[in-house]
T-cell receptor
Framework: DAGVIQSPRHEVTEMGQEVTLRCKPI?????LFWYRQTMMRGLELLIY????????DSGMPEDRFSAKMPNASFSTLKIQPSEPRDSAVYFC????????????FGPGTRLTVT | SQKIEQNSEALNIQEGKTATLTCNYT??????LQWYRQDPGRGPVFLLL?????KEKRKERLKVTFDTTLKQSLFHITASQPADSATYLC?????????????FGTGTRLQVTL
């Protein structure tokens, strides 16, 4: 299996622009998670899905952030409009419900908003 | 408020020694505690899970303990090697609520020198 795939790996954009991050979870996993990692706040859960349905979006910072999962193999995290404080590494992770609840992380997208 | 604390200062040890990392939590009733390893520029990788009713778990050179009275987990790497150098994150899974929702500590960076 290729593991969790994220694109792009790096994104540099100007303040006010729309940013879309993409994720392909591991086939057969029914949970998908979006995290943000910064030096100051560590790894924070933004939102997670179960069977393509958003379950908990309490970590989404504000209305500028939105996430979708149109099917079991694809999810997007969108920031519109982007701000410099959104600069961080965004990780997608997936897991399989039964078992040890371990999560498999993608390589992350490093977002820089200037 | 709920808090997970890991030593923010880097831990420097000599090759061959045992590294011990600490994870303390407050205002939490975890069902599970997990440890992840994160290398620079990569996503976290699952290492071990320990349940609330388990005192100790081992995997090769790794050992995890879980003391729900002290609200603490210790992560040990025996016979440490330079390749063990990385940041190690603990994560809690709640006893109540959504079992898949992990909360991560900020991580401790381990540096193993020759």
């Amino acid at each position: 299996d290729a593991g969790v795939i994220q694109s792009p790996r790096h994104e540099v954009t100007e303040m006010g622009q729309e940013v879309t991050l993409r994720c392909k979870p591991i086939s057969g996993h029914d949970y998908l998670f979006w995290y943000r990692q910064t030096m100051m706040r560590g790894l924070e859960l933004l939102i997670y899905f179960n069977n393509n349905v958003p379950i908990d979006d309490s970590g989404m910072p504000e209305d500028r952030f939105s996430a979708k999962m149109p099917n079991a193999s694809f999810s997007t995290l969108k920031i519109q409009p982007s701000e410099p404080r959104d600069s961080a590494v965004y990780f997608c992770a997936s897991s399989f419900r039964q078992g040890s609840y371990e999560q498999y992380f993608g390589p992350g997208t490093r977002l820089t908003v200037t | 408020s709920q808090k997970i604390e890991q030593n923010s200062e880097a831990l420097n040890i000599q090759e061959g020694k045992t590294a011990t990392l600490t994870c303390n939590y407050t205002n939490y009733s975890p069902a599970y505690l997990q440890w992840y390893r994160q290398d620079p520029g990569r996503g976290p990788v699952f290492l071990l899970l320990i349940r609330e009713n388990e005192k100790e778990k081992r995997k090769e050179r790794l050992k995890v303990t879980f003391d729900t009275t002290l609200k603490q987990s210790l992560f040990h790497i025996t016979a440490s090697q330079p390749a063990d150098s990385a940041t190690y994150l603990c994560a809690l899974v709640p006893l109540t609520g959504t079992a898949s929702k992990l909360t991560f500590g900020t991580g401790t960076r381990l540096q193993v020198t020759l």
